[in-house]
């Protein structure tokens, strides 16, 4: 909604800038989306009065106008052909400045001097929507009846562009914000001013209304008020300039006097309204009621509108003149030959205004207010404005009396004020007087002795105490609430929990390994188990069925992730993606029992997913790299033959103090297939839970070492079949307590290697914390070790 500053300060004494204002405004709710200067950026542009239009002497399409610009008659060559001597037109003198920074100096053109330069719309940052009747090509010609207008005059003050503009957002339930009104009451509560409603006084000099017209109302549920007045000796004719440039600046484009006052008591007050033609009402009455079957409607836009039985019309006494709350039809609207009119105020039910203006198609500014649900009990004061302006512009008579049907009041509402409760709520200690000031300057009526408040008819947003206490929060200021930690037994500042410390170590372990993270779906589809080799009876089939699927791809739980990473890998593969690195941290999804009504156990799960990029190596030092983050010690690496996703020969099963924690290695060829991925692709999928309940978040200090590290070299020669676990444990057993590292650098089989064997090779590292290590020490703990592992493995050293 655009608010003028000017029109504002009329109701209200405003002494600060627009943006203090904005920002006032926007701490109570009204949020300012934008402030704008209507002729910004214009500096020395002036009315310019042509005097005479000769032809210029040196090129044909040129011409020398004199023209008065006040204080003097300057020369202006142009371009244009639309103006002609007589004509009021907007000129940029000698060092004036136009929208964008343009700068205007005196020139000679084709050898005649110009002391300035006659302006378009488009020049002067305008367009046709503000100047209908302008012409797009050509010097804006100034329509000389407007008011006030002489030569010299500045062109912002002439065209009503000097006004600052707010541009605000008004959230649904505060239609009573969408007014000036309404407005200029939330500012003058949140800077503490007076607010200065009009004052209505009427003459009312024609005749008894009831001489003049009639109203029915025959639906009282879709319009709770319907009420009019009549107005006779009606005189069509422009707006004052003061009209027309506040109608302007908020959006809207004049029309004639009478229409335009409708609007201008909308924008002012929020109560759409509407004038009818009296005289081409049949019988002159006005019945409020449900359309008829088959009914149609031409409304003023000139559009056929079709009606039907839900809808709710103004009619006369003969056919629908209006569909209520949207549009007027074209037959009973204000022309030039209008001399009687009947002014409509009303109320319509804002569910039923919304549902007929989306049947036909057509939403207007009348109906989005109707739609938010309007005051009641502003019908009659809008009515009475309305009729004020017709008398103070000389547009017609007023009748005497008001037609008002208004069959149902509601009850006046009132709440209890507890201020002990509203700061407890806020976590504040306002004062009730403070808190009384607030509302008052809401209207609300307040009985102090009682606390009582009565809530007025325009905030049907306030239901209850809470609302209260928001009102005095929002005028208290946010800003004044101190900041509190909420009380209790429990801490109140927030931070992770050890849990998820663990998690965020381990999705950022797997992005530091070059992973990227990836979201899929939980549902599956039970096909998925066929493409995964996955046997009849197997554990993984018994899954959680969705109800009402949206389809069988989506129609139940999954229990493994590594369909969803499969298919992620083989997307990126098909689109020539060379290779990838994936991660997901998710669940997997198990029934927990019989009965539908059971929940299934949700299992947190770490896949891991790569082809192009490394081997089942690879992928074990990445397994490795988070554990070692965590602090797991205890955890061992076994081959895995018989699980039917992976490859029996590439995969292992990781173990961590005895429990099987995941299985990683190369996706077999055949599942690889299936899912169209890469011959080599590699997965591991990991339980996070055990990952959680063993991982080490204390971080232990040690020393750095003061006597040096004695490193000795091992290569040995054991059969194929022979684990590097079982050869690192022996190792340690019998390294010692000197022991310091132990490194596992290179496995080799090949042409001087014996049919069935490798050479294992190892870097071992002993130190003491308080000496240095003996040659001879040194030497006896590599002694255990050798003989210890030729008594296991047969193994002999590699020469």
């Known amino acids: 909604m655009k608010v003028p500053i000017g029109w504002l300060k009329d109701y209200l004494d405003i002494d600060v800038s627009p943006k203090e204002l904005a920002e006032a405004l926007t701490m109570t709710g009204s949020k300012v989306e934008g402030i704008e200067t209507r002729g910004e950026g214009i500096q020395g542009v002036v009315v310019g009065k042509v005097l005479e239009v000769s032809p210029h002497p040196n090129a044909d399409k040129l011409v020398v106008t004199k023209v008065d610009v006040g204080d003097e008659v300057v020369q202006v060559v142009t371009g244009a052909t639309n103006m002609k001597a007589g004509d009021f037109v907007p000129v940029a003198l000698h060092g004036s400045t136009l929208p964008g920074g343009v700068k205007i100096t005196k020139c000679k053109l084709r050898g005649v001097e110009s002391n300035g330069m006659m302006c378009s719309l488009e020049e002067l940052a305008l367009s046709k929507e503000d100047y209908p009747d302008a012409e797009e090509d050509g010097i804006f010609i100034i329509d000389p009846a407007a008011e006030g207008l002489k030569p010299g005059q500045d062109i912002r003050e002439a065209m009503g562009l000097n006004e600052t503009v707010l541009d605000l957002e008004i959230t649904s339930n505060r239609p009573d914000c969408l007014s000036i009104l309404g407005i200029a009451r939330e500012a003058g509560a949140a800077l503490g001013r007076k607010l200065k409603k009009p004052d209505i006084r009427l003459a009312e000099e024609g005749d008894d209304i009831r001489n003049y017209a009639s109203v029915e109302l025959e639906a009282p549920d879709l319009c709770p008020r319907y009420a009019a007045r009549v107005v006779t000796d009606v005189r069509i004719g422009p707006s004052p ?364 799960v770490l896949t891991l997913g790569m082809y192009g990029d490394g081997d089942f190596y690879d992928l074990k030092g990445v397994v490795e790299e988070i554990l070692e983050l965590l602090k797991i010690d205890g955890f061992s690496f076994e081959p895995e033959t018989d699980n039917p996703i992976f490859h029996p020969g590439r995969t292992a099963a990781l173990w961590i103090r005895g429990e099987k924690t995941g299985t990683l290695g190369e996706i077999h060829q055949e599942v690889a297939e299936n899912f169209q991925c890469p011959e080599r692709t590699y997965a591991a999928v990991i339980d996070v839970e055990p990952l959680i309940r063993e991982a080490r978040m204390e971080s232990e200090y040690r020393p750095l ?95």
Not at 435 to 456: A, H, N, T, W, Y
């Open 241 to 604: 300039k003061w009209m027309a440039d506040r109608l302007k600046a908020a959006g809207v484009r004049s029309i004639n006097n009478i229409v335009d006052i409708t609007n201008y008591v909308m924008l002012e007050l929020g109560q759409p309204m509407h004038a009818f033609d009296l005289d081409s009402l049949d019988r002159r009455k006005i019945v409020v009621r449900r359309a008829a079957r088959g009914e149609s409607i031409m409304t003023l836009d000139g559009q056929e509108r079709l009606l039907d039985q839900t809808m709710l019309v103004i009619a006369d006494g003969a056919r629908p003149v209006a569909v209520a709350g949207v549009m007027g039809g074209e037959g009973s609207g204000i022309s030039d030959s209008t001399r009687t009119i009947l002014l409509e105020s009303a109320n319509f039910n804002g569910i039923s205004v919304r549902l007929t203006a989306k049947k036909i198609g057509l939403r207007t500014e009348a109906s989005s207010r109707f739609e938010k649900g309007l005051d009641v009990e502003n019908v009659i004061t809008a009515l009475d404005r309305a009729a004020q302006l017709i008398e103070e512009l000389g547009a017609g008579k007023v009748c005497k009396g008001i037609i008002d049907c208004f069959p149902a009041k509601p009850e006046k509402r009132t709440i209890k004020l507890m201020p002990e409760k509203i700061n407890s709520l806020l976590g504040t200690s306002i004062e009730s007087a403070e808190m009384l000031r607030i509302f008052k300057s809401l209207e609300f009526e307040v009985d102090e002795e009682k606390l009582l408040l009565g809530i007025p008819s325009f905030r049907p947003d306030i239901e209850r105490e809470a609302d209260l206490a928001e009102e005095v929060a929002r005028f208290y200021g946010y800003n004044s609430i101190r900041p509190t930690l909420m009380s209790g037994t429990t801490p109140t500042i927030g931070r992770k929990t050890p849990k998820q410390k663990i998690e965020d170590m381990i999705k950022a372990a797997a992005v530091s390994c070059g992973f990227s993270e990836i979201y899929t779906y939980s549902f599956t589809s039970p096909r998925v188990f066929d493409r995964l080799r996955i046997p009849e009876g197997s554990e993984m089939r018994k899954t959680v069925t969705i109800l009402n699927p949206l389809g069988e791809d989506c129609s139940i739980m999954r229990t493994t992730t590594v369909p969803e990473m499969l298919k992620v890998i083989s997307t990126n593969y098909s689109r020539m993606v060379e290779k990838a690195r994936l991660f997901e941290y998710s669940f997997v999804y198990l029934p927990s029992g019989e009965g539908e009504d059971r929940l299934p156990y949700e299992k947190p």
């Open 705 to 799: 070492p003061r006597f040096p590290a004695v490193t000795r070299d091992i290569a040995i020669l054991v059969e194929d079949r022979i684990l590097v676990r079982d050869i690192e444990r022996v190792i340690r057993e019998k390294a010692g307590k000197y022991l310091e590292n132990m490194s596992l650098f290179d496995i080799y089989r090949g042409k001087q290697i014996p049919e069935g064997m490798k050479s294992v090779a190892y870097s071992i590292s002993f130190r003491a914390p308080d000496r240095t290590l003996t040659d001879e020490e040194v030497n006896r703990s590599m002694g255990d070790i050798i003989n210890s592992l030729k008594a296991s493995f047969s193994a002999r050293l590699r020469e």
